[in-house]
């Protein structure tokens, strides 16, 4: 198994995104927590298309802009104005009663005693006021719920004689939308003395504000004061604080008292379910509140450390599982029944948890709308039975825990970093186009199927998009810089075109595999000579000046600096012709240069690409020739001159020629070399050897090629081969038998002072 390199940098920059959004998450900023529960109001939403068990013992019976004209107008029997007397909600009670309701919740406050309107006629013809009216109904039907809130003291009359009181109080977020609703909240009932001083308003003092510290109660006053009440550590403060208590009337009492009020869609469910709320298991610091019934069933609300839970809004004001009647149709109903007229049974409410509260649009203080993740605009009072419904069929919304929340961060960051860096550009983005759509469309399902709530916009955002656009961005800005360097590099030993396909593929294969390919090495004939009478002019150079030391290596240097300026000038033509036909550059051995064909990338004419290679060499170096020549004879024009002037003499240009062997077949190609040193991306075997072998044979100018790269040419581009002229067997070092050799001519027709093109063979050295 060949394993990808390691590099730092991906995971470093993994790690980094994976660390600053888990960061984000804990640090729970409002921005981000907008974002995300604008995703939740759209999964709510979604959700509506999926059904779900519902309870169906829901209703909902609302006062609209009917109900208040028919009120207004006596259609049912009285005439009242915006402003209801209590015994209208009595009446709709006793209604209620009869039709076999089980529960009936007002989201409607109650807040004081009016005396206000008219007494209410009994069947004995006695009179009792409104406020007692109502009152006398609730005890009748023992399943009334009265609506409270944080900062309401009900009446005894009232509280009383309710079957229970719910908590109606509603808690928007900071955008404005009603999402959560509070499980229960602490109301603080104040003795009747400390109520007594908080009403004179000589004293200014606000007990919502008052504080509870060991050994006293401080009531802030209005002017910046306070006033100190000392307790003892069960809070029981002494009567003579306030004044001289009555006779008979014990010298301390208790400074208040404090009742859980649970919300009213939970007390709504306990009364269907039997839960006992007295005796809730609250754990909010394990995020749950238990509620048990005698008979073994119980409900566990995820809560967070506010007691705070989220609503799940499955049944909208229009669901087709929600009982729905006008106020005014059962009071129309109530009024046939006293006055003694034929009613027709109805059943419509029996054993149903009904909820009494405005569907009145705007224009008056009735109007209870709001946004909720359904709408910008609607009910708020359904809240209530969302809230039941989730109690009696056990289906809540559960937000994901902070640790899974960073499990999945990190987990899709992996995933991102792995398709971004694996594939290409292209392929990557989508990669994680797909991936974001499937995480959340995954949200999506769970949350329409079980109320579980996936995180989307830190996951999405923070680890998926911002992680792929800096691993991009790396790419892009790092590595493709390095692309270049490397393809800079790299054209020099391949062309332009081979580069940029070997540095596009996606794999390429630079291990040890069989190819068929074509060969070359072309060896620059008369360097070593070049070289000796070099070395030897400059010896001479040395002796006749007395050079020593310093001055003599300068001579030997500059020296050698031409010689080797000379050859690459010669070295450059041959590669320049080898990129030129698509060819790898091998290596170069001293002045000869070895390159191939058909490999890294497949050329199924790569003997033609290489002996029309090797023929553009041979042209490219006979021109230089050409020129030097010319160079040479100014040279000795000036060189005249420069004797008669005493100057010595410029050396004179020397002129190489060059020999070429090209052998065809079966190599093995791959990287040779170790992790500790150079690679280096060649071929060997018996097919090298023998084209090596027939450059030795090549001569001076002449290019020869084996039999086997002979037949390629028939094959491929028979007008070349038909060129070729065959030479005597040759035989070679490594080989038994002597080898068949074909001479490619390589002089253009028109050149017609050339030199003759065929010269005799050189001896094995080349040289």
């Not at 939308?177 to 004293?203: C, G, N, S």
């Not at 006779?247 to 009742?259: H, S, Y």
């Not at 100014?634 to 001159?641: D, G, I, V």
């Amino acid at each position: 198994m060949k394993l990808t390199p390691y590099k730092p940098a991906p995971v470093l920059i993994t790690a980094c995104v994976i660390l600053l959004v888990i960061l984000l998450r804990v640090l729970h900023l409002d921005l981000f927590d907008r974002l995300e529960r604008m995703t939740y109001d759209m999964r709510v939403r979604a959700a509506l298309k999926f059904s779900q068990p519902s309870a169906t013992n829901l209703g909902f019976v609302y006062i609209d802009e009917e109900s208040i004209d028919q009120v207004r107008t006596n259609a049912v029997g009285f005439r009242f104005g915006l402003y209801w007397p209590r015994q209208v909600y009595g009446r709709l009670i006793q209604e209620l009663a009869l039709q076999g309701a089980k529960a009936v919740a007002f989201d409607v406050v109650f807040g004081e005693l009016r005396q206000d309107h008219a007494s209410v006629e009994m069947a004995d013809g006695s009179f009792i006021e409104s406020d007692e009216f109502f009152a006398r109904q609730m005890r009748q039907a023992e399943n009334v719920i009265l609506a409270t809130t944080s900062d309401l003291e009900m009446p005894v009359l009232f509280a009383s004689n309710a079957a229970a009181v719910g908590d109606i109080t509603t808690d928007k977020d900071s955008d404005g939308i009603l999402r959560r609703a509070k499980a229960f909240r602490i109301q603080r009932h104040w003795h009747a003395a400390f109520r007594q001083v908080a009403a004179d308003p000589e004293y200014g003092i606000d007990l919502s504000r008052a504080r509870i510290e060991p050994g006293r109660i401080v009531l802030p006053q209005a002017n910046g004061d306070e006033v100190e009440i000392p307790v003892d550590q069960d809070n029981n403060f002494d009567l003579a604080d306030f004044g001289t208590p009555p006779p008979g009337v014990p010298p301390t009492a208790r400074a208040f008292t404090e009742e859980r009020i649970w919300h009213m869609g939970i007390v709504l469910a306990a009364q269907e379910m039997g839960l006992d709320l007295e005796s809730a298991e609250i754990a909010l610091d394990r995020g749950r509140i238990t509620l048990r019934a005698p008979d073994g069933v119980q409900r566990v609300i995820p809560v967070d450390a506010g007691g705070y839970f989220y609503v799940d809004w499955r049944l909208p004001p229009t669901a087709a599982a929600l009982e729905r009647e006008p106020i005014h149709s059962l009071l129309a109903q109530y009024k046939r029944r006293i006055d003694g007229e034929p009613v027709e049974f109805r059943d419509n409410w029996r054993d149903k948890l009904v909820v009494v509260g405005s569907n009145v649009r705007s224009g008056n203080d009735l109007t209870d709308r709001g946004a909720t993740p359904l709408e910008k605009d609607t009910l708020l009072v359904s809240k209530h039975w969302n809230v039941a419904n989730s109690i009696i069929t056990g289906r809540f919304v559960q937000r994901t825990s902070l640790a899974t929340d960073c499990a999945l961060i990190a987990l899709l960051s992996v995933v991102t970093a792995v398709l971004t860096w694996r594939l290409r550009v292209f392929s990557a983005a989508g990669g994680i186009v797909f991936l974001a759509l499937a995480y959340g469309g995954a949200a999506f399902f769970l949350y329409a199927q079980s109320g579980y709530w996936l995180p989307l916009v830190l996951p999405i955002i923070g680890a998926v998009l911002v992680e792929h656009g800096l691993l991009v961005t790396y790419r892009v800005v790092f590595e493709q810089r390095e692309q270049r360097r490397v393809k800079s590099v790299f054209a020099r030993v391949v062309s332009p075109n081979v580069a940029s396909e070997l540095l596009g593929m996606e794999r390429l294969a630079l291990g040890g595999a069989r190819r068929d390919v074509t060969v070359l090495f072309a060896d620059v004939r008369g360097f070593t000579e070049l070289t000796d009478t070099s070395h030897e002019n400059v010896a001479a150079y040395v002796r006749e000046h007395q050079l020593a030391g310093e001055a003599a290596e300068l001579c030997f240097d500059e020296a050698a600096r031409e010689t080797l300026n000379t050859v690459n000038l010669y070295l450059a033509r041959v590669a320049d012709s080898v990129k030129q036909h698509n060819g790898t550059l091998d290596k170069y051995i001293g002045d000869c240069v070895m390159a191939f064909w058909g490999a890294p990338t497949p050329n199924p004419q790569h003997a033609v690409a290489c002996v029309r290679s090797a023929i553009d060499a041979q042209r490219a170096i006979h021109e230089l020739n050409q020129r030097r020549t010319e160079q040479n004879r100014l040279l000795q024009q000036e060189n005249q001159a420069r004797i008669s002037a005493g100057l010595p003499p410029k050396p004179l240009h020397a002129t190489l020629a060059l020999g070429t062997g090209i052998n065809s077949g079966p190599v093995t190609v791959g990287l040779m070399g170790s992790d500790a040193h150079i690679y280096n991306y060649t071929v060997f075997g018996r097919e090298v050897n023998l084209a090596s072998r027939l450059e030795t044979v090549s001569g001076r100018g002449r290019i020869v090629i084996s039999e086997a790269t002979y037949q390629s040419l028939q094959r491929d581009d028979p007008a070349l081969a038909a060129t070729c002229i065959e030479l005597p067997p040759a035989t070679v070092k490594g080989f038994r038998t002597a080898i068949k050799n074909y001479e490619v001519p390589w002089l253009p027709v028109t050149d017609a002072h050339a030199p003759a093109q065929i010269m005799p063979r050189s001896t094995p050295s080349g040289e």
